[in-house]
């Protein structure tokens, strides 16, 4: 039986995230809640068929502007290929991608990302976890709660985990976000240096000279967070041990049951081709196009949509 072997930090559980059979691969997993719905919009985990109009909603939401379309439509392809590698068939224990739509139109998303032990609450590392990352509002949604409604999503599942400090970074010169932010209940703790991004990301989002401003709230009740300036409660668990390596073979694949898996196995090997053996090792290129051209094929709608 062919066995993917690829170095990978994710931990992986169960049950899938869309429902059906399951498959055990290693910790329980955290149970989220049912998609939030308000007035305005609903709140959902992400899909597959989102990464299209993910992809869109990212790049719009931080591109410099005067972009030609073609280094847009560069850009949106390479934003579609990073969030399809975080969106697995399956809950992965310490990673979830929030979308909020209306009207069947996607207008908000963010990431949480809790899954480095060596990083959970540690205020000293280079990306302190748990942390959300790549909130952002479509420009005619904003400043009507949805993106205050998707931070609060992801303070209960940290709270789920069991986390007492939730992070974020966001450019120092992002008066705006900085203010959503501190109305939301994070305060200022310090202003980390940019860390190095491939060119492509630069050229959509300019250079972030400035620095990163690292950004902290205490999670939990007041007396909670009274107890934890004075230390009075043990430290929170870490997550279950999970792989060092993934492992994943075509008959566990097979008994997930949900094409999604098969479509998420495919991009496994087609991004780790040169792991799997000398006869892959000139393949990368061909991978990639492969790769990218599959994720037009997976978003499950016109090739139009959302470009």
């Not at 060092?244 to 949900?258: C, F, P, R, W």
Request: glycine share 10%; aromatic share 8%.
């Amino acid at each position: 039986m062919l066995t993917a072997i690829v170095s990978c930090s994710y931990t992986p559980s169960c049950p899938r995230r869309y429902g059906g059979a399951s498959m055990s691969l290693a910790a329980p997993a955290v149970s989220l809640t049912p998609p939030t719905t308000t007035s305005a919009w609903s709140v959902r985990l992400a899909e597959r068929r989102d990464i299209l109009p993910l992809a869109r909603l990212l790049h719009d939401a931080f591109a410099l502007p005067g972009r030609s379309p073609l280094d847009a439509a560069w850009t949106m392809g390479r934003l579609a290929i990073d969030i399809e590698t975080r969106l697995t068939p399956w809950d992965w224990q310490r990673h979830a991608q929030f979308v909020a739509e209306t009207d069947g139109e996607l207008v908000a998303f963010c990431e949480l990302w809790g899954e480095d032990v060596v990083s959970l609450g540690k205020e000293g590392a280079p990306t302190p976890q748990p942390c959300l990352f790549n909130l952002c509002v479509r420009a005619d949604q904003r400043r009507r709660g949805v993106g205050a409604e998707l931070i609060r999503e992801c303070e209960a599942l940290s709270r789920a985990w069991k986390q007492r400090t939730l992070f974020l970074k966001v450019r120092a010169d992002n008066d705006g976000a900085e203010r959503l932010y501190a109305r939301a209940g994070f305060e200022s703790v310090a202003v980390r240096e940019a860390a190095n991004v491939p060119g492509w990301q630069e050229r959509w989002k300019g250079e972030t000279a400035g620095g990163l401003l690292l950004m902290r709230k205490r999670l939990g009740s007041p007396l909670e967070q009274a107890a934890d300036a004075l230390q009075l409660r043990p430290s929170a668990p870490p997550p279950a041990p999970g792989f060092s390596e993934l492992n994943v073979t075509i008959g566990q694949v097979a008994a997930y049951g949900d094409p999604d898996a098969w479509v998420w196995f495919g991009f496994l090997l087609a991004r780790n081709a040169r792991y799997l053996g000398p006869a892959y090792g000139a393949a990368g290129a061909v991978a990639g196009l492969l790769t990218y051209a599959a994720i037009l094929v997976a978003a499950r709608g016109p090739l139009g949509v959302g470009w």
